[in-house]
Antibody, heavy 119, light 113 residues
Framework: QVHLVQSGAEVKKPGASVRVSCKASGYTFTGYYIHWVRQAPGQGLEWMGRINLNSGGTNYAQMFQGRVTMTGDTFISTAYMELSRLRSDDTAVYYC????????????WGQGTLVTVSS | DIVMTQSPDSLAVSLGERATINCKSSQSVLYSSNNKNYLAWYQQKPGQPPKLFIYWASTRESGVPDRFSGSGSGTDFTLTISSLQAEDVAVYFCQQYYSTPLTFGGGTKVEIK
């Protein structure tokens, strides 16, 4: 069975960085993309970008360009999302999600990681 | 960017009645070369991640009850719950995967009347 398990909740101060991990199991890691989507409290879903775990190629949403880095470690089937220069409005649940192709639906999703940015 | 607009923001429906959610994209998500609509629907319950329900605008994911159906093409889409059950209380999101940035509708909260 396909699973994505994310790292635990984080509390960070403004200006700091956070790295969230997403460990995959139950499928060939390099055969899929991992996307990162965030959801601010009580809000909708916002796509941050994706990584091709075969090539390592990335594509980031413009609003996160320069602040986000997505990587993957194929040896341990784990994807990472690092967001720098955190602000209070980055407080959100961050999800990883799998897709087969670059333009595709997401299935499954990780359980989510709450990142709280507060001084 | 393709803007996805859902309506209504919320709706309350009696058990066993029909619920209809609309999703409109700011440009067509129909890819002419394969005649497919690049549109998915997700269900999200409180404290849980979204769950894929429908892709290609009308294909139900395995395990999704057949009371859920998706329809529409181009820029206008609908998710219909033919007979609302208590377990269907959730927020539903549409998503276009036609082009980056991939974008979602704002969500529709479905409740029991």
């Amino acid at each position: 069975q396909v699973h994505l398990v994310q790292s635990g909740a984080e509390v960070k101060k403004p200006g700091a960085s956070v790295r969230v991990s997403c460990k995959a199991s139950g499928y060939t890691f390099t055969g899929y993309y991992i996307h990162w989507v965030r959801q601010a409290p009580g809000q909708g879903l916002e796509w941050m970008g994706r990584i091709n775990l075969n090539s390592g190629g990335t594509n980031y949403a413009q609003m996160f360009q320069g602040r986000v880095t997505m990587t993957g470690d194929t040896f341990i089937s784990t994807a990472y999302m690092e967001l720098s220069r955190l602000r209070s409005d980055d407080t959100a649940v961050y999800y990883c999600a799998r897709s087969k192709n670059d333009l595709d639906w997401f299935d499954p999703w990780g359980q989510g990681t709450l990142v709280t940015v507060s001084s | 960017d393709i803007v996805m607009t859902q309506s209504p923001d919320s709706l309350a429906v009696s058990l066993g009645e029909r619920a209809t959610i609309n999703c409109k994209s700011s440009q067509s998500v129909l890819y002419s070369s394969n005649n497919k609509n690049y549109l998915a629907w997700y269900q999200q319950k409180p404290g849980q991640p979204p769950k894929l329900f429908i892709y290609w605008a009308s294909t139900r994911e395995s395990g999704v009850p057949d009371r859920f159906s998706g329809s529409g093409s181009g820029t206008d889409f609908t998710l219909t719950i033919s007979s609302l059950q208590a377990e269907d209380v959730a927020v539903y999101f549409c998503q276009q995967y036609y082009s980056t940035p991939l974008t979602f509708g704002g969500g529709t909260k479905v409740e029991i009347k």
